[in-house]
DNA sequence: CTCCGCCTCCACCATCCGGTGGAGCCAGGG
DNA sequence: CCCTGGCTCCACCGGATGGTGGAGGCGGAG
């Protein structure tokens, strides 16, 4: 193999000709083009079918998340790794969920840009370490947040049958489906679904529902 | 500084020989302890006091994701990596919810090991490719799965105000509040809840909510 | 043993819901 | 110009819901 094509797009040439001596240092990779921005990034990818675009994200006209977006609806084969100053939660998300392998920031030591470059190519995912934190952080998050611990703890005080209507109503069912379902007497579960109320103040079942389902939604 | 502590646990004493080695190698790692079990690494962490944890999770008596919580538990300074053979998604997905700072498959190469040992001890993160490519997956995946799906093209055969209605409704409120709410007469926001739930093929308002709830979470 | 909490049920009643079958108004498209 | 679809409202009805007060059984804590 000739080795790893890369492309890269970047408005300012000072940042393009700092990858390119970065890169052209090690023997497998290749800078086989340039692109000032997302348009044009369009052009010199269908021109190169690169397997690395190294794709910065502020750019004039097109920026480099459309870019990526419009790459990757047009099925190019080309990996590519967003690389960036600032690294927003969202745009982690977003250039992940575009499909970008690999998300660095531009304080990566050139050895490990390199690195990325190569473990792109062959497939692997490639972050800066901070990426990976917000990424952790955002699959650690929603395990505990605000409305979620205060639904937990309401519940907590419901007995066990209460427990069992509560869940019942916020299916959705009526209180004769619910007997049927518990072997108990409508009044028995009206009785129920009545502290229920109570003991979460609330005062109907929809709102029943939503306390369950924000207890609920386990991840 | 003297280096990075570290404390090797795993029920297989080649395997601990061998980490042994490996970080040995290293002049700044130290091997200061290791365990044969999830009690016993609870034992020898605080004893040790450890910058790093190595923790095997398939151990007898107490695996390393239930020492890793206990350890989180007794809020331990010592940054865990898990180490093991296999990454399930539940896994990966649990140790990091509880906190662990790393993740690697045990075919990691030596180099990378005593990378790991050393980025995680300055606080950062360290995953092995596969589980960075699964964190990845599991940021991405809940964009659209299932009932979610469902949900969202229900919900979109409903007009501007019947959605209104819609939404009021999961909100727990009733028709007269809705009605006072939207400036309507409690006639017409009947007439629209009557057409939600045609539409949504529902015969309650819980069940609106339901829907409405799960094309809602967006994250 | 007695009290307390939970589970089970009852009756009564006002209100809310959900279903049905209308009706008038307006804007956009054929 | 008429038809369609969305929005607004009306009346009527049976059944479901939510609120109140009460009662008996049962098991555990004091």
């Known amino acids: 193999m000739a080795g790893v094509r890369v492309v890269v797009v970047d408005d300012d040439p000072l940042v393009r000709a700092g ?16 692109a000032v921005d997302g348009q044009d990034a369009l052009d010199v990818v269908a021109r190169e079918l690169p397997d690395v675009v190294l794709m910065d994200i502020r750019m004039p006209r097109m920026d480099g998340l459309a870019a990526t977006r419009r790459l990757k609806e047009r099925g190019t084969t080309a990996r590519i790794i967003v690389l960036t100053t600032f690294d927003t939660d969202e745009m982690v998300l977003t250039a992940l969920q575009l499909g970008a392998a690999g998300f660095l920031l531009k304080d990566t030591a050139p050895a490990d840009l390199v690195v990325a470059v190569r473990r792109v190519a062959l497939g692997e995912p490639m972050l800066s370490p901070s990426v990976t934190t917000q990424l ?9 947040d605000g409305r979620r611990r205060k639904a ?60 369950v389902h924000d207890a609920a939604d386990e991840r």
Chains 1, 2 share one sequence.
Request: hydrophobic share 45%; charged share 25%.
């Open 136 to 144: 952790i952080a955002a699959v650690t998050r929603p395990a505990d």
């Open 19 to 34: 990858l390119r001596m970065i890169l052209g240092g090690a023997p497998d990779v290749e800078v086989v083009g340039e």
């Open 152 to 211: 937990r703890i309401l519940l907590a005080r419901l007995t066990e049958r209460e427990r069992e209507v509560a869940d019942a109503v916020s299916d959705g069912m009526t209180n004769t489906e619910i007997a049927r379902s518990l072997h108990l007497g409508v009044a028995t579960v009206k009785t129920h679904v009545g502290s229920v109320f109570t003991k979460l103040e609330v005062t109907n079942r929809v709102q029943v529902a939503r306390y």
